[in-house]
């Protein structure tokens, strides 16, 4: 059994939801190879080399590559896939856009978002929104898995010391070109990686007032994040958003700030270690899965909260 | 140009769904089902596309049960010219839906597909790329904004550091977020006036289609119940529990 892992890459900077996407390939068992597709993608293949328990390291380095278009690189990994047991990527926007395409190609059907491996064909994942758990059997030869990271550890990104190859596969499709992205910048740590992530819903009232958010975040080194309310509201921009439709996190610690708590919110952060919710309405459903609530005017709660961590 | 709309009837998203006590599945017996929130977004986007005389027709698809004709009905309410019902019984994976919506592809020939980007109850997120790679179209996924020009489509997808903006050839494949539109509501009397739009209803037997599958559910259960926990009086009794109960600061 051999598993081919996509690299989530950059071109400049390796992601690190692959790490736990190698984490997940470990659970099955097997000898690991780590495909990195991309323009100029030489230190990132040395950076893959290095991760603990990766046999084998692919580049394939080609312009068209370079934004990770699907209508390019799906025909590569589903040419290279072919020799292997499994094919994982992480259940990133690129994960999710790249690899049903390539299970398609494959006449295979690809299994979304695994968050526990049974055994090298059974997987368990989340449906409804994370309100039920499927356990789902894969009979096909080549199974096409995306991988939830908060789901799996992450491995130790030294240590490892694999053979790095070129493959010369593939090229530009003509279907499609990159036009531009807008990023959001940010020093905060990543959303989706952060060890505490405080999120502001509704109840926040306007964009300014995430300042508070941002200065406890700071100080507790947090990431922050948003309900769809917020984002919809115009008061952070949609890559914030943490929910069965955004992100989804699984951090040490959670703080919900004016969050009601529908279910499309909690399918994106109800498997945190701990979650707080400070929230006026003392009749608000997050207060059903807070380990710690707060009934408290949050523009008095979150200063006081900031004072005293 | 022709655009097609692919619809899935599911649950609400409203309903607080039930895992069965056999774990076979969830209870959908006597449960509201409705439009999938992202078809009705791909639904509206159509529609737009119209009114903006970039669309000259607009066929709504669904592949589900005959009682999908309601989810149809509801679309050719919005605005949809004509529907097409793909009837199967089964509960079909994303690859023989991908494989049926091919067949209709192949039968209308649309320039434009407009998918939602996952549906809420099996949260898979493959049909509209699944579909691009079976016609070998171009693919624009999670998007929110779609501009059509000539034979190009430039569509902005929301990624997970911001957004980005490919052009796509037509014919293409669009799948939609959230943030692409706001889904008018049907007034009465298109309500009244959509009862007499056509519904023609194939199956996969019909299209040539196998919906075999690869994949099959063994089970599914409950996730582990998170119950609440405890009020806490002020901050600084948050901040203490905080540091020393939980020790996660």
């Known amino acids: 059994m051999t598993i081919l892992v996509i690299a989530e890459n950059t071109n400049s900077a390796l992601a690190p939801a692959t790490l736990n996407t190698v984490g997940a390939a470990q659970k099955i068992g097997g000898d690991i190879h780590v495909l990195v597709a991309g323009q100029g993608v030489g230190a990132v293949a040395e950076v893959a080399a290095k991760i603990a328990g990766v046999a084998k390291v692919l580049v394939a380095d080609n312009a068209a590559f370079a934004h990770q278009l699907p209508e390019n690189v799906a025909p590569l990994v589903a040419e290279l896939g072919k020799s292997y ?10 994960g999710k856009n790249i690899l049903p395409r390539v299970a398609a190609q494959l006449d295979v059907d690809q299994i979304s978002e695994i968050v526990s491996v049974e055994s090298p064909d059974t997987f368990k994942r989340p449906i409804y929104a994370g309100n039920a758990i499927a356990t789902v059997q894969s009979s096909a030869a080549v199974k096409v898995i995306t991988v939830r990271a908060t789901g799996f550890d992450a491995v130790a990104a030294e240590g490892g010391s694999a053979a790095i190859e070129n493959v010369s596969a593939g090229g530009d499709a003509g279907k499609s070109a990159f036009v531009g992205e807008e990023l959001a910048k940010s020093d905060r740590p990543e959303l989706t990686a952060a060890k505490i992530v405080v999120s502001g819903g509704r109840g926040m009232q306007n964009g300014d007032n995430f300042k508070h958010l941002y200065t406890l975040a700071d100080k507790l080194g947090a990431a922050v994040g948003a309900s769809r309310a917020a984002v919809d509201a115009g008061f952070v921009p949609n890559d914030m958003q943490v929910g069965q439709t955004g992100k989804i996190v699984a951090p040490q610690l959670y703080i919900a700030v004016g969050i009601s ?46 004072k005293l961590v | 140009m022709k655009v097609l709309v692919a619809v899935k009837r599911v649950v609400d998203y409203n309903v607080k769904v039930r895992v069965k ?23 509206e986007e159509a529609v737009r596309l119209k009114e ?12 589900g049960p005959a009682q999908a004709q309601e989810q149809l ?31 209709v592809v192949d039968k209308e020939q649309p320039q434009l ?21 079976l016609t070998g179209y171009a693919q624009g996924t999670f998007a929110s904004k779609v501009e059509v020009s000539g034979d190009k489509a430039n569509v902005t997808r929301e990624i997970d550091g911001g957004l980005q903006t490919v052009a796509l050839n037509l014919p293409a494949i669009v799948t939609t977020d959230l943030r692409l539109n706001e889904p008018r509501y ?3 009397p298109n309500i009244m006036k959509a009862k007499k739009k056509p519904l023609e209803t194939l199956t996969p037997d019909a299209l040539g289609v196998s919906t075999a599958s690869t994949v099959k559910t063994i089970k599914v259960e409950a996730p582990a119940a998170r119950g609440a926990g405890i009020k806490v009086k002020s901050v600084a009794e948050l901040v203490e529990k905080l540091k020393t109960e939980a020790k996660v600061i």
Not at chain 2, 35 to 41: A, R, S
Not at chain 2, 81 to 96: F, K, P
């Open chain 2, 186 to 188: 049907a007034s009465l």
């Open chain 1, 85 to 94: 047991s499994h094919v994982l990527a992480a259940a990133t926007s690129n």
């Open chain 1, 261 to 306: 708590g529908a279910i499309q919110h909690l399918a994106g952060m109800k498997d945190s270690k701990v979650i707080v919710a400070i929230n006026k309405d003392e009749e608000a459903p997050i207060f059903q899965v807070a380990d710690y609530g707060l009934v408290a005017d949050l523009f008095e709660a979150v200063p006081e909260l900031e």
């Open chain 2, 73 to 103: 009905r509801t679309a050719l309410a919005l605005g949809a010219d004509r529907a097409v019902l793909v009837e199967s019984a089964d509960e079909l994976n994303s690859l023989a839906v991908a494989k049926l919506l091919k067949a």
């Open chain 2, 21 to 43: 006590p056999d774990n076979s599945g969830v209870d959908l017996a006597n449960v509201k089902m409705s439009m999938n929130p992202f078809c009705e977004i791909a639904v």
């Open chain 2, 113 to 133: 597909v407009i998918l939602g980007k996952q549906a809420i109850d099996s949260d898979n997120n493959q049909t509209g790329q699944m579909l691009a790679a």
């Open chain 2, 52 to 63: 903006k005389g970039v669309a000259s027709e607009i066929v709504v698809v669904s592949i």
